[in-house]
């Protein structure tokens, strides 16, 4: 269960991970959470990634769940469900640096395509939460357009991924009401007869 502090804890955790990970490339990578439409090269950080949450979404499959017994007289509402859509994409002095950064994201996301357990960081930490990590083909024509509202960035090679289910608990509790006592009502059928 999460809290509305889900999106930064879960976007510490893809941090760390990628962090950890792209450090067999030989030099660091700067992992930031800005739009592509924001990131200025700098000499002292040739190597950055673009970790941008563009799109969210509720998960379908997950939304109609009944209530929650809290104790024997409260209930609480279902947590909504949503999946989160990332893009991912590099900035290097050369596009073969770039390259190398994407295939390393993509094997990282391969390897660990559920985050479980130790590679949960910040508030998902010891919650039992599991969050699947899909590459996301978004339509060419929709990938330009989300390019083309970056003003003043042309085109880059960029992968989207799919994080799903993820969870936000509501804080609205209702008071459960037993039943404490049955009323039955029986009444007489009225048969009429033909002679």
Aim: one cysteine or more; proline letters at 5%; hydrophobic letters at 35%.
């Amino acid at each position: 269960m999460s809290d509305y502090r889900v999106f930064e804890d879960l976007g510490e955790t893809l941090k760390q991970l990628l962090t950890e990970n792209l450090l067999s490339l030989g030099s660091p990578v700067n992992i930031v959470f800005d739009s592509p439409a924001d990131i200025e090269m700098q000499n002292d950080s040739p190597h950055t990634l673009s970790l941008f949450l563009f799109k969210v979404e509720t998960n379908p499959h997950m939304n109609n769940r009944e209530m929650q017994n809290i104790n024997h007289k409260k209930l609480k509402y279902p947590p909504i469900t949503l999946d989160l859509f990332y893009l991912l994409t590099p900035f290097a002095n050369d596009r073969s640096q770039e390259h190398l950064i994407l295939g390393k994201v993509m094997q990282t996301f391969h390897d660990q395509a559920i985050l479980k357990g130790r590679f949960l960081k910040e508030g998902l930490e010891g919650t039992g939460s599991e969050f699947r990590l899909t590459l996301f083909s978004l339509p060419f024509e929709e990938m330009f357009q989300l390019w083309q509202s970056f003003t003043e960035k042309s085109f880059r090679l960029s992968i989207c991924y799919k994080v799903t289910p993820v969870e936000i608990d509501s804080t609205r509790e209702e008071e459960a009401r037993r039943v404490l006592e049955k009323q039955h009502e029986y009444g007489q059928k009225s048969v009429k007869q033909v002679t």
